[in-house]
């Protein structure tokens, strides 16, 4: 299995090397390597099985670090980066020719943030190069949030993993870029807002059209984010387990815990008060949890289609598209 550490100077090593490493950020765990090695990004894409029609995001520890990757600046961008950054918003700009193709899948645009964690910044300053680093977890599969999510997975395939605890928001990052038109347009949603982007901007922001066949940024395959179990979904959760009552049920409730007479084999509820943050970050740890359970079918609550809801519900709806049991 991998080692589990604080140890900077060891992941640099290993990084500069070619190797992966998995690193902590606000988000989720995200498997990185050297973003300017083409044999280090090519592992990414093996170890995590990855398409490789699926970008990557680039890393960086501050917006300066930035300007060498990035051609042009569209309007908006420094005050985005002012407001957000550190934090958990990708903005999806035009590349230079230091950008490998394999981080943007031969696509013009590449994905950048500057991740809120502590651990990872002081990797990042570290390093002369940045980290491509998607979510460090077999493709397609649920995103992990602690350390123990990695190295039960992918323990086995990487070296290292620098241990920053439990992720802070639990949920990807909200990405955003500026379509032909030059109008603002988020291409994944997340923990930032279409409200919070518009209030900085002070303009209209649009949202990418999900059923569009081409992967403009990461994170947007229909099915993504899922478990093994066979997964659905419902606003009336109570009507789906008595469809499924026959069966071995696994439950991830929003606030209000299950008081009918249909047997659980076990439920979670995410927020007894309905806070959205907290639901963000315990989702992915249930979905694990019950996963890992043996069960016939995982039923899980969607929340109110609000703030990140809107991006939670996003990540279930990928979720429950296919179930391999």
Same mark, same amino acid.
């Given at each position: 299995?991998?080692?589990?550490t604080?140890?900077i100077?060891?992941?640099?090593t290993? *990084?500069d090397?070619?190797?992966?490493?998995?690193i902590?950020?606000?988000?989720?765990y995200g498997?990185?390597a050297?973003?300017?090695?083409?044999a280090a990004l090519a592992s990414?894409f093996?170890?995590k099985?990855?398409?490789?029609?699926n970008?990557?995001?680039?890393?960086?520890?501050d917006?300066? $670090?930035?300007a060498?990757?990035?051609k042009a600046i569209?309007d908006?961008?420094?005050l985005l980066?002012a407001?957000?950054?550190?934090?958990p918003?990708t *903005?999806?700009?035009?590349?230079?020719?230091?950008?490998?193709?394999a981080?943007?899948a031969?696509?013009?645009r590449?994905?950048v943030r500057v991740p809120d964690?502590?651990?990872t910044?002081?990797?990042?300053?570290?390093?002369d #190069?940045p980290?491509?680093?998607?979510?460090a /977890?077999?493709s397609?599969?649920?995103?992990p949030t602690k350390?123990?999510h990695v190295n039960i997975?992918?323990?086995?395939?990487?070296?290292?993993i620098l241990?920053?605890?439990?992720?802070?928001?639990?949920?990807e990052?909200t990405?955003?870029g500026?379509?032909d038109d030059g109008?603002?347009?988020? #291409?994944?949603?997340?923990i930032i807002t279409k409200?919070?982007?518009?209030t900085?901007l /002070?303009?209209?922001?649009?949202?990418?059209?999900?059923?569009?066949?081409? *992967?403009?940024?990461?994170?947007?395959?229909s099915?993504h984010?899922?478990p093994?179990?066979?997964t659905?979904?419902?606003s009336?959760?109570?009507?789906?387990?008595?469809e /499924?009552k026959?069966?071995k049920?696994g439950l991830?409730?929003?606030?209000n815990a299950?008081e009918?007479?249909?047997?659980?084999?076990?439920?979670?509820?995410l927020?007894?008060?309905?806070a959205?943050?907290e639901v $963000?970050y315990?989702?992915?740890?249930?979905?694990?949890e019950?996963?890992?359970?043996?069960l016939d079918?995982l039923?899980i609550e969607?929340v109110?289609d609000?703030?990140?809801?809107?991006?939670?519900?996003?990540?279930?709806?990928?979720?429950a598209i296919?179930?391999t049991?």
């Amino acid at each position: 299995m991998a080692i589990i550490t604080k140890n900077i100077q060891g992941a640099k090593t290993i *990084l500069d090397g070619g190797g992966l490493v998995a690193i902590p950020t606000e988000t989720v765990y995200g498997l990185a390597a050297k973003a300017t090695d083409p044999a280090a990004l090519a592992s990414i894409f093996k170890t995590k099985g990855r398409p490789s029609n699926n970008p990557l995001i680039l890393h960086f520890p501050d917006f300066k $670090a930035m300007a060498p990757y990035i051609k042009a600046i569209p309007d908006g961008v420094r005050l985005l980066a002012a407001k957000f950054w550190p934090g958990p918003l990708t *903005l999806l700009l035009p590349k230079t020719t230091l950008v490998p193709d394999a981080v943007t899948a031969g696509l013009p645009r590449v994905a950048v943030r500057v991740p809120d964690h502590k651990l990872t910044l002081g990797l990042l300053n570290q390093l002369d #190069y940045p980290l491509a680093a998607p979510s460090a /977890n077999p493709s397609g599969y649920i995103s992990p949030t602690k350390p123990s999510h990695v190295n039960i997975q992918l323990g086995d395939k990487i070296p290292m993993i620098l241990d920053g605890g439990n992720c802070e928001k639990g949920l990807e990052s909200t990405i955003l870029g500026w379509n032909d038109d030059g109008i603002p347009t988020i #291409y994944r949603k997340g923990i930032i807002t279409k409200g919070d982007l518009e209030t900085v901007l /002070n303009k209209e922001v649009c949202i990418y059209d999900s059923h569009s066949q081409t *992967l403009e940024a990461p994170g947007m395959l229909s099915s993504h984010y899922a478990p093994n179990t066979r997964t659905l979904l419902s606003s009336t959760i109570s009507e789906k387990i008595d469809e /499924n009552k026959h069966l071995k049920i696994g439950l991830i409730s929003f606030k209000n815990a299950y008081e009918g007479d249909v047997a659980i084999t076990k439920e979670i509820v995410l927020s007894s008060d309905g806070a959205l943050d907290e639901v $963000a970050y315990k989702l992915y740890a249930a979905m694990r949890e019950l996963d890992g359970l043996g069960l016939d079918v995982l039923l899980i609550e969607k929340v109110p289609d609000t703030g990140i809801g809107k991006a939670i519900n996003d990540r279930l709806t990928r979720s429950a598209i296919t179930g391999t049991k």
